[in-house]
């Protein structure tokens, strides 16, 4: 055999293999992806956590989230965490350390929640200059958030982050009562002031509306 029909083969070969592995690796990357974006489990609700960045602040601060005094997890840069927990009402809050033009402080915010079983909600967590917020997703009304928010859950390297941070309990293990203790007394005062936000019990998606549409992406400078 020459070795022009020798050459021949071995594309023909490399052609298949490369056909034959291409299914296989969709099946794997679909596979992977719904283990984090998933239907809520009938007697639970869903909440994600999902960290956006606008302005380019904060990229290095890490953030810690709260139920009450359960702690969920750390939320890094770009990044999401999923809690499922009991229907009902919930307190939630997320705090991060940073330096304020005085001191070294500790920056918080808090949401009251009242959660429907089989549901799916979405927090927004954003760093600001001298602060965090968070936000709930009211999916008929924050168009722009929406869109940040599923454009960090549709990164393949935000689920492959999320699940290694999950296998290890990074940052839950970091996290004693005293942190806890630093957030809840501070509740009240955010209470007084009428600071707390709300997630709406209505303010639900359904599993396939976590998916990202291109078409329906809003203008850059909006973001």
Same mark, same amino acid.
């Given at each position: %055999?020459?070795?022009?029909?020798?050459?021949?083969?071995?594309?023909?070969?490399?052609?298949?293999?490369?056909?034959?592995?291409?299914?296989?690796?969709?099946?794997?990357?679909? &596979?992977?992806?719904?283990?984090?974006?998933?239907?809520?489990?009938?007697?639970? $609700?869903?909440?994600?956590?999902?960290?956006?960045? /606008?302005?380019?602040?904060?990229?290095?601060?890490?953030?810690?989230?709260?139920?009450? +005094?359960?702690?969920?997890? %750390?939320?890094?840069?770009?990044?999401?965490?999923?809690?499922?927990?009991?229907?009902? #009402?919930?307190?939630? +809050?997320?705090?991060?350390?940073?330096? &304020?033009?005085?001191?070294?402080?500790?920056?918080?915010?808090?949401?009251?929640?009242?959660?429907? $079983?089989?549901?799916?909600?979405?927090?927004?967590?954003?760093?600001?200059?001298?602060?965090?917020?968070?936000? !709930?997703?009211? !999916?008929?009304?924050? #168009?722009?958030?929406?869109?940040?928010?599923?454009?960090?859950?549709?990164?393949?390297?935000?689920?492959?982050?999320?699940? +290694?941070?999950?296998?290890?309990?990074?940052?839950?293990?970091?996290?004693?009562? &005293?942190?806890?203790?630093?957030?809840?007394?501070?509740?009240?005062?955010?209470?007084?002031?009428?600071?707390? /936000?709300?997630?709406? !019990?209505?303010?639900?998606?359904?599993? #396939?509306?976590?998916?990202?549409?291109?078409?329906?992406?809003?203008? /850059?400078?909006?973001?």
């Amino acid at each position: %055999m020459s070795s022009a029909n020798i050459n021949f083969v071995d594309t023909k070969i490399v052609i298949v293999k490369t056909l034959m592995f291409i299914p296989l690796f969709l099946a794997l990357t679909l &596979s992977g992806f719904s283990q984090t974006i998933e239907p809520a489990p009938e007697d639970k $609700a869903v909440i994600y956590f999902v960290r956006t960045v /606008k302005g380019g602040m904060g990229s290095l601060a890490n953030t810690y989230v709260f139920d009450a +005094w359960e702690p969920i997890g %750390m939320l890094t840069y770009q990044n999401f965490i999923r809690f499922e927990c009991e229907p009902g #009402e919930h307190m939630f +809050w997320v705090t991060r350390s940073g330096i &304020s033009l005085i001191s070294y402080t500790y920056y918080k915010q808090f949401v009251d929640a009242d959660l429907l $079983a089989g549901k799916i909600y979405l927090v927004e967590v954003r760093i600001q200059m001298e602060g965090i917020e968070m936000d !709930p997703i009211d !999916p008929l009304n924050n #168009e722009k958030e929406l869109f940040r928010v599923k454009k960090v859950l549709n990164r393949k390297s935000s689920i492959k982050a999320n699940k +290694w941070m999950e296998k290890r309990k990074y940052g839950v293990a970091k996290i004693d009562n &005293s942190w806890a203790e630093m957030g809840m007394n501070k509740y009240e005062k955010f209470e007084e002031k009428g600071k707390i /936000k709300f997630l709406d !019990p209505e303010w639900f998606l359904e599993v #396939e509306e976590l998916f990202l549409d291109k078409k329906d992406e809003p203008h /850059k400078a909006d973001l």
